[in-house]
């Protein structure tokens, strides 16, 4: 919980990440390679005090997990982006399985996605249905640009792809994470290509589709098609990142985001350990839009709408009871800040 | 950026290095619109007997392939393009397909020939998008200039391009100046006749990809998408800044995760 003028604000993480990148986890010279990649993200954006070494940013652990997110980052839940990476990570990056430990230790805090790959065709139907039934899911994490057998890469419009999504819709799946952002090696930048979250959308209108990292650097194409359909919302992480770096920027995409998407389809997201919610929230809080991109784009950053970006509006789509779940958190031992 | 970054040079003694860095100069980043030289992209270069060596060190080792294939080899013709040079060899330091890019470029071979897999739409076809996108975010800069100089949709789309002009490094409309503007139109209108845009005097300052001009209700609408346009290109711009200030960073990458105030 974040305390502003003595308003609380209710943050929801939705996209973090409890990853293990030790050496003996990797795969091939590609699990050392995704996670330097991770970490010249983290270096090259976060503020000079938040920068871990490599050694903790391969592996931090469930209590700089607790730490980082509950006790001095002021999130109160958080989504655990379940990433499967298994041709570079021989256990996985950070999997389900993975992740379901800390959503079993902590149930209330979070909330774990699942995932489909329809490249598994006819052979995935059972073992989806044996994840959603085994585990707590409660979204989903598409990954497009996920090796497979020599694929760089699928797409959501793929006819497998619109099968897993039916069967996802049948046993109650209502959001869906989809990863489009910018250019992890040695993924295939054309895997992150936005444009199928489009047909995605149109086909099921039930379904929310989150596309993570507002398809950076494919900003312009996410907001055409998000202005579009009222069923395709924008996750801030990575966005989020450039409040300490570069604030002017973040200004002009904060304030593109709310011209062409409005102020009830933005969500916080800090990619964490990429960055730590810590600094990213306090920044965020302490930002004013320059008044020039407030009279250009005739938009604003009130209290209210950083309100709904951190939490209000996930929250919507998950069905979250925001003051019933406070209470229930206040219990939890973490306790409220 | 305004500074030149100035690589560390080597040339034959008494040899002038203008024409040189001038041609270095006019090498893109296709994607951030900027000289490579600006961007500090240009690590060394070493010119004796007509051969010249070019190191480039691009912020990242997972540089895209097409990109950095297409700048190693826009270096190499722009050199080779320079009297009394030769010969043209480009290394590329660590980047993850470095060998397999400079001895493709180094010898000549197409980007399609030595990366079957990577080459789907070929590279004329990104050098155009991008060449395309980069109008639009040069124009939209130049729209910026005139919407802060006080003009309305409707004074901008009956502006001729004789109308406007640079004098004293300012944009003049009329005789009217706006201070600060004049590499803004510069960019705008070399942009515009690289796309074989009309650029004859009496044509219209303002036209669509496609140098057809606005309505000004037409307008409204370009400008909104335009701005959103350069948004969503700077990203890569901002990555790459941040990630190459880290590079520089002896010991980063190392795992000493040190960054400066």
């Not at chain 1, 950083?306 to 925001?322: M, P, Q, S, T």
């Not at chain 2, 994607?31 to 190191?55: H, Q, T």
Request: hydrophobic letters at 45%; one cysteine or more; a negative charge.
């Amino acid at each position: 919980m974040y305390r502003h003028d003595g308003h609380d604000v209710f943050v929801i993480d939705g996209h973090m990440h409890f990853w293990d990148a030790r050496p003996e986890n990797w795969q091939t010279k590609h699990g050392e390679s995704w996670i330097k990649c991770f970490h010249a993200y983290h270096g090259a954006l976060s503020p000079a005090e938040a920068v871990w070494p490599f050694e903790k940013f391969c592996h931090y652990g469930e209590e700089a997990l607790v730490d980082d997110l509950f006790r001095t980052g002021y999130v109160d839940m958080a989504i655990l982006n379940s990433t499967y990476l298994h041709e570079f990570y021989k256990n996985g990056f950070n999997t389900h399985i993975q992740n379901a430990v800390v959503k079993q230790k902590y149930p209330d805090r979070f909330l774990l996605c699942g995932s489909f790959d329809p490249r598994d065709e006819e052979a995935g139907l059972d073992r989806f249905r044996n994840m959603m039934a085994e585990y707590p899911i409660s979204g989903l994490k598409l990954y497009t640009a996920e090796w497979r057998n020599g694929s760089r890469g699928w797409r959501l419009n793929d006819p497998w792809a619109s099968k897993y999504l039916e069967l996802a819709q049948e046993l109650g799946i209502k959001n869906i994470h989809v990863h489009k952002g910018p250019t992890v090696y040695p993924l295939s930048a054309d895997a992150f290509d936005v444009h199928d979250v489009d047909y995605a959308a149109t086909d099921f209108p039930d379904l929310n589709f989150i596309v993570e990292h507002v398809g950076l650097p494919r900003l312009d194409d996410f907001c055409w098609i998000a202005a579009q359909e009222s069923n395709v919302f924008a996750g801030l992480s990575v966005a989020m990142a450039f409040v300490h770096l570069r604030p002017r920027y973040f200004g002009e995409i904060i304030a593109n985001l709310l011209f062409w998407l409005g102020p009830d389809k933005l969500c916080f997201g800090s990619d964490y350990a990429i960055w730590t919610p810590k600094w990213l929230i306090e920044k965020f809080m302490a930002y004013e839009l320059p008044e020039d991109l407030k009279q250009e784009y005739h938009v604003d950053l009130t209290f209210e709408i950083k309100r709904k970006i951190l939490g209000e509006n996930i929250a919507r789509l998950y069905d979250i009871d925001i003051a019933a779940q406070a209470a229930k958190l206040g219990r939890d031992g973490l306790g409220l800040r | 950026m305004t500074e030149r970054a100035q690589p560390p040079c080597e040339f034959p003694a008494g040899y002038d290095g203008t024409a040189v860095i001038a041609r270095l100069a006019q090498v893109l980043d296709p994607e951030l619109d900027e000289s490579v030289l600006d961007l500090g992209f240009i690590k060394s270069l070493r010119l004796v007997a007509g051969e010249a060596e070019v190191a480039l060190q691009l912020p990242t080792s997972w540089c895209a392939v097409n990109f950095a294939y297409l700048m190693a080899d826009d270096v190499r013709r722009a050199l080779l393009a320079v009297p009394g040079v030769r010969r043209v060899t480009v290394s590329l330091g660590d980047h993850c397909a470095a060998a397999e890019i400079e001895a493709a470029v180094n010898a000549g071979r197409p980007f399609a020939e030595a990366f079957p897999a990577e080459a789907a739409g070929g590279l004329a076809a990104l050098r155009l998008t991008f060449l395309r996108k980069g109008f639009l975010v040069r124009q939209q800069r130049l729209l910026q200039e005139l919407r802060a100089a006080g003009c309305d949709a409707a004074t901008i789309c009956a502006l001729r391009l004789d109308e406007v002009r640079v004098a004293d490094e300012a944009i003049m409309i009329g005789d009217k100046s706006r201070l600060g503007g004049a590499a803004v139109l510069r960019r705008y209108l070399e942009r515009r006749a690289e796309l074989g845009l009309d650029c004859r005097p009496t044509a219209p300052l303002v036209v669509d990809i496609d140098g057809t001009p606005f309505t000004p209700e037409r307008f409204a609408a370009h400008y909104e998408n335009a701005r959103t346009v350069r948004i969503a290109l700077e990203a890569n711009g901002s990555f790459c800044r941040a990630l190459m200030t880290l590079r520089r960073l002896d010991g980063f990458e190392k795992g000493g995760g040190h960054v400066p105030a």
